[in-house]
Nanobody, 122 residues
């Protein structure tokens, strides 16, 4: 059974950093696409980043490129999102995702975590 559990969310000041970790079971992060989505209040859910298994490329949303970084650890089967230079507009619930296909700028994951709140505020 696939399971994704996020941790590391919280309150941070603008300009600060946070690291989100996704603990996974039921599949290997070495062979599946993995990524992160987020949903801000009153807004649609959006892809933050996808680390595609098919082409081994990483795709970031324009709004986070250069500030966020995804990594994975095959031994621990975890996925990490390092978020730097955080802005108030990064405030959202962040979801770890896995599986599915990234194609032509769109990622449709098969599996979702329960989400973790990130709040950027002074």
């Amino acid at each position: 059974q696939v399971r994704l559990v996020e941790s590391g969310g919280g309150l941070v000041q603008p300009g600060g950093s946070l690291r989100l970790t996704c603990a996974t079971t039921g599949f290997s992060v070495d062979y599946y696409s993995v990524g992160w989505f987020r949903q801000a209040p009153g807004k649609e859910r959006e892809m933050v980043v996808c680390l595609s298994a098919s082409d081994r490329a990483t795709y970031y949303a324009d709004s986070v490129r250069g500030r966020f970084s995804i990594s994975k650890d095959g031994a621990k089967n975890t996925v990490t999102l390092q978020m730097n230079s955080l802005k108030p507009e990064d405030t959202a619930v962040y979801y770890c995702v896995a599986g599915g296909i990234y194609y032509s700028g769109i990622y449709h994951p098969d599996y979702w975590g329960q989400g973790t709140q990130v709040t950027v505020s002074s």
